[in-house]
């Protein structure tokens, strides 16, 4: 049963980070995708940021420059380090995880295993 646990969200003001965490339990695939969606109220969710078993990177444009996506493989945790975080950056921060598309889908219809969500808010 894999299971991803999310943390770090929180309320900052534009211009300040955040680093966010996924824990990633019972999850053995050689291969595979990790990837950051959010959801804003009334939005659709949309893809922030993904990773690959080989360390390759993608990122929505939106968020290039001051996001990074790393993972620690020992610990089996996924990160997300948020800086010069905007209003428009508010929402549900989820975290997914699929052993089956490479390269790295943009589409959250293309991952089976996701967490609760952490919510990120960022005031002007």
């Known amino acids: 049963q894999v299971q991803l646990v999310e943390s770090g969200g929180g309320s900052v003001q534009a211009g300040g980070s955040l680093r966010l965490s996924c824990a990633a339990f019972?999850?053995?695939?050689?291969?595979?995708?990790m990837a950051w969606f959010r959801q804003a109220p009334g939005k659709e969710r949309e893809f922030v940021s993904a990773?690959?078993?080989?360390?390759?990177?993608t990122y929505a444009d939106s968020v290039k420059g001051r996001f990074t996506i790393s993972q620690d493989n020992a610990k089996n945790t996924l990160y997300l380090q948020m800086n010069s975080l905007k209003p428009e950056d508010t929402a549900m921060y989820y975290c997914?995880?699929?052993?089956?598309?490479?390269?790295?889908?943009?589409?959250?219809?293309?991952?089976?295993?996701w967490g609760q969500g952490t919510q990120v808010t960022v005031s002007s």
């Open positions: 997914a995880a699929d052993g089956r598309i490479l390269p790295c889908s943009w589409s959250w219809t293309e991952y089976k295993y």
């Open positions: 019972g999850y053995s695939y050689s291969t595979y995708c």
């Open positions: 990773i690959d078993n080989d360390g390759s990177t």
